[in-house]
């Protein structure tokens, strides 16, 4: 079972698309760089991925919760967001994106799959967006179920990627 996930894993890793990466790199760090602050918020169990930003041995400093006691923080146009969820058609989500969104906040999202093509996404509001393109769990089972859902280490694995790109964006700026 674990070689099947490893293999699964690695190959989904292998596809996350560099290009947007770049671009979320980039639209976060001009937050960073100017007078914004990056307001970030993962919802479930993708709020691993706040917790590193915020909590981490290497966190940057202008990282900050999007939410207070259940409260979106106020953002100005210098500022941006990154939202994180398992999938596209979160409510919640779609709330949240819609609202920063009708601010002026350029976001960049981050989710495991995309549900069907013609159902309203939270991603539709975002300025670039990063999907796993996890459906399924990675592990068929002798019974036919199928297990190991990582979307939570695939959101952080994207994180340590955006945030070494950050990194290295802010040191060119220097």
């Excluded at 990154?82 to 709330?95: G, K, P, Q, V």
């Amino acid at each position: 079972m674990q070689k099947i996930f490893n293999t699964q894993l690695t190959g989904l890793l292998q596809n996350i698309d560099e290009d947007r990466l770049e671009d979320a790199a980039r639209l976060l760090s001009q937050a960073l760089i100017g007078e914004g602050h990056v307001y970030i918020h993962g919802k479930d169990e993708m709020a691993a991925v706040t917790s590193e930003a915020l909590y981490g041995k290497e966190k940057i400093d202008k990282i900050s919760p999007l939410l207070t006691e259940g409260k979106v923080t106020e953002l100005d146009f210098a500022d941006r967001a990154l939202l994180i969820s398992r999938s596209t058609n979160d409510e919640e989500m779609m709330d949240l994106a819609r609202h920063l969104s009708s601010q002026g906040i350029l976001i960049v999202g981050i989710t495991a799959y995309t549900e069907d093509s013609t159902a309203r996404k939270w991603t539709d509001s975002v300025d670039v967006h990063i999907d796993f393109n996890l459906t399924n769990s990675l592990v068929p089972t002798d019974t036919g179920e199928r297990v190991g859902y990582p979307a939570s280490l695939l959101a952080l694995h994207t994180y340590f990627y955006l945030h070494l790109l950050i990194v290295e964006f802010l040191s060119e700026y220097e």
